[in-house]
């Protein structure tokens, strides 16, 4: 299975710790979107844009100032064979200890687009944004995909590059 990982920057100086984070099979793709006018949606529009252009059969994400873990594309290729055809939500960390997701609700708070794992589906996406461009994009984008079903995994893949709000 090829994933596309989808990196939107604002050109931090941790991108290139982002990209090297990143354990990739040989077909899978990284997209790096840099941000697109106007700012200060949370890189909501510069997911939005690598959607379009992914070519893998899942799409993963990341932020410029995050890291995956070491065997996360094991863990991703696992919960893929395993439910294959459904999205699963995994674990995030953050530098604090607190750790996403933590109930198995899609609910602003609760869920953030570094703990995705899609398949890619055009027709059941809906687009990351949210009015007022507030970080909630990768809410609305859950919670409003076509997909009928989540998978919420355990497992941490990603420690984040700042504390939770």
Do not use: C
């Not at 252009?53 to 919960?79: C, N, P, V």
């Not at 996406?125 to 461009?133: A, E, R, V």
């Not at 989540?150 to 590059?161: D, L, P, S």
């Amino acid at each position: 299975m090829k994933i596309s990982f989808i990196i939107p920057t604002i050109g931090r100086e941790s991108l290139q710790k982002t990209i090297s984070s990143i354990e990739r099979a040989d077909s899978d793709e990284i997209i790096i979107i840099r941000r697109i006018p106007p700012a200060g949606d949370w890189g909501n529009q510069e997911r939005n844009v690598a959607i379009n252009m992914a070519q893998g059969d899942y799409l993963a994400f990341i932020d410029d100032d995050d890291t995956y873990i070491s065997g996360h594309r094991k863990i991703m290729e696992d919960a893929i064979q395993r439910d294959f055809g459904k999205p699963s939500l995994f674990k995030i960390k953050y530098p604090n200890g607190n750790i996403l997701w933590k109930e198995k609700e899609v609910k602003p708070g609760n869920v953030s687009s570094q703990m995705i794992l899609v398949p890619n589906d055009m027709d059941k996406f809906y687009k990351f944004k949210f009015p007022g461009n507030t970080n909630m994009g990768d809410f609305y984008f859950i919670s409003r995909w076509k997909f009928e079903e989540i998978i919420w995994r355990e497992e941490i893949i990603v420690e984040m590059g700042h504390d939770d709000i």
